[in-house]
């Protein structure tokens, strides 16, 4: 095809799509609310696990009742985050023969309680030592200390990124089946 300079190209490429994806993240200064912007594409946990710095949108700080338009939170900060909608959490990495592990993460201020997928034969303190991103945790239910307030808070979610540098012990109950 032959372009004449100052005419545009027949077929320009969409921009890339993205989604919005509401968060929650319990950090040490408390609980930040906020939409992480992910490629259209691009599955959360590996986005997540390629940005030291996650992009937010429309955030609150607990406590504060203005939103800021934006913020960039530092991955390694967070303790845990809360993806509050019905996305796909699977990684690259978790690709294979995997069995659900039902784990409990204890961290400073409380303890969350979960399902983790581990390759077949994998130990879960060298998979936990070894990661350098978010690892997923299912049909979590979590117990911590909120470090804004410091009162106890409960909570339910279907799945908790936690942030592997913030556990500081890490059990294993009986498994709950193959993946």
């Known amino acids: 095809m032959v372009r004449l300079w100052g005419h545009k190209k027949e077929e320009e490429e969409p921009p890339p799509e993205r989604r919005d994806v509401p968060v929650r993240a319990l950090t040490p200064s408390g609980w930040i609310s906020g939409t992480l912007v992910v490629p259209g594409i691009v599955g959360v946990v590996d986005f997540i696990h390629k940005e030291s710095f996650l992009r937010l949108t429309e955030v609150q700080f607990e406590g504060d009742e203005e939103k800021m338009q934006f913020l960039a939170l530092k991955r390694d900060s967070i303790v845990f985050l809360s993806v509050d909608s019905n996305e796909n959490l699977e990684s690259v990495e978790t690709v294979g023969f995997q069995e659900e592990h039902r784990v409990t993460c204890w961290?400073?201020?409380?303890?969350?309680?979960?399902?983790?997928?581990?390759?077949?034969?994998?130990?879960?303190s060298d998979y936990i030592a070894r990661?350098?991103?978010?690892v997923v945790l299912r049909e979590c239910r979590y117990r911590v200390r909120n470090p804004m307030t410091m009162k106890v808070e409960e909570g339910k979610s279907w799945a908790l990124l936690m942030n592997p540098q913030n556990i500081v012990a890490v059990t294993e109950g009986p498994q709950t089946g193959g993946g």
């Open 107 to 124: 961290i400073e201020g409380g303890a969350v309680q979960g399902v983790m997928l581990l390759r077949l034969g994998a130990r879960l």
């Open 131 to 134: 990661h350098d991103g978010l």
